[in-house]
Protein backbone atom coordinates (compact mmCIF):
# COMPACT_ATOMS: atom_id res chain seq x y z
CA UNK A 1 0.00 0.00 0.00
CA UNK A 2 1.40 3.33 -1.08
CA UNK A 3 1.12 6.08 1.17
CA UNK A 4 -1.51 8.93 0.80
CA UNK A 5 -0.37 11.95 0.06
CA UNK A 6 -1.36 15.22 1.04
CA UNK A 7 -1.21 18.52 -0.54
CA UNK A 8 -2.63 21.71 -0.61
CA UNK A 9 -5.94 21.97 1.64
CA UNK A 10 -5.83 18.47 2.98
CA UNK A 11 -1.98 19.16 4.24
CA UNK A 12 -3.01 22.82 5.82
CA UNK A 13 -6.00 20.74 7.78
CA UNK A 14 -3.82 17.91 9.27
CA UNK A 15 -1.25 20.59 10.24
CA UNK A 16 -3.78 22.88 11.71
CA UNK A 17 -5.42 19.64 13.52
CA UNK A 18 -2.22 18.85 15.23
CA UNK A 19 -1.24 22.98 16.04
CA UNK A 20 -4.91 23.31 17.57
CA UNK A 21 -4.91 19.59 19.55
CA UNK A 22 -1.47 20.87 21.31
CA UNK A 23 -3.22 24.67 22.38
CA UNK A 24 -6.48 22.39 23.56
CA UNK A 25 -4.33 20.50 25.65
CA UNK A 26 -1.93 23.44 27.15
CA UNK A 27 -5.17 25.58 27.73
CA UNK A 28 -5.67 24.03 31.39
CA UNK A 29 -2.35 23.68 31.96
CA UNK A 30 -1.17 26.81 31.04
CA UNK A 31 -3.75 29.47 29.65
CA UNK A 32 -6.18 29.08 32.45
CA UNK A 33 -4.11 29.39 35.28
CA UNK A 34 -2.66 33.07 34.18
CA UNK A 35 -5.95 34.25 34.04
CA UNK A 36 -7.43 33.02 37.08
CA UNK A 37 -4.67 33.50 39.45
CA UNK A 38 -7.28 33.46 42.76
CA UNK A 39 -7.70 30.18 42.75
CA UNK A 40 -4.53 29.04 42.81
CA UNK A 41 -3.41 31.48 45.06
CA UNK A 42 -6.46 30.22 47.71
CA UNK A 43 -5.05 27.07 47.44
CA UNK A 44 -1.55 27.75 48.15
CA UNK A 45 -2.87 30.07 50.96
CA UNK A 46 -4.67 26.47 52.93
CA UNK A 47 -2.01 24.21 51.42
CA UNK A 48 0.97 26.90 53.56
CA UNK A 49 -1.12 27.92 56.54
CA UNK A 50 -0.11 25.42 59.13
CA UNK A 51 4.60 25.73 57.69
CA UNK A 52 6.33 28.23 59.45
CA UNK A 53 9.33 29.42 56.83
CA UNK A 54 11.96 30.23 59.46
CA UNK A 55 11.62 26.37 60.84
CA UNK A 56 12.11 24.86 57.51
CA UNK A 57 14.62 27.14 55.85
CA UNK A 58 17.78 25.27 54.58
CA UNK A 59 21.18 26.12 56.15
CA UNK A 60 20.04 28.87 58.93
CA UNK A 61 19.43 31.12 55.81
CA UNK A 62 17.38 33.48 56.45
CA UNK A 63 13.75 34.40 55.04
CA UNK A 64 14.04 36.46 51.67
CA UNK A 65 13.78 39.89 52.83
CA UNK A 66 13.99 43.20 50.96
CA UNK A 67 17.61 43.63 49.66
CA UNK A 68 17.27 47.48 49.77
CA UNK A 69 16.29 47.76 53.38
CA UNK A 70 18.30 48.17 56.03
CA UNK A 71 19.10 44.04 58.13
CA UNK A 72 17.02 44.22 61.20
CA UNK A 73 19.48 41.51 62.72
CA UNK A 74 22.87 43.51 62.75
CA UNK A 75 23.12 46.39 64.16
CA UNK A 76 24.62 49.81 61.69
Do not use: T
Not at 22 to 45: S, T
Amino acid sequence: MAPIKMRGKNYVLFVGGIIGFIGLACYPIIIAPMMNPEEYKRIQKVNRAHIKQEEIQPGNMRVWSDPFKPREDKPQ
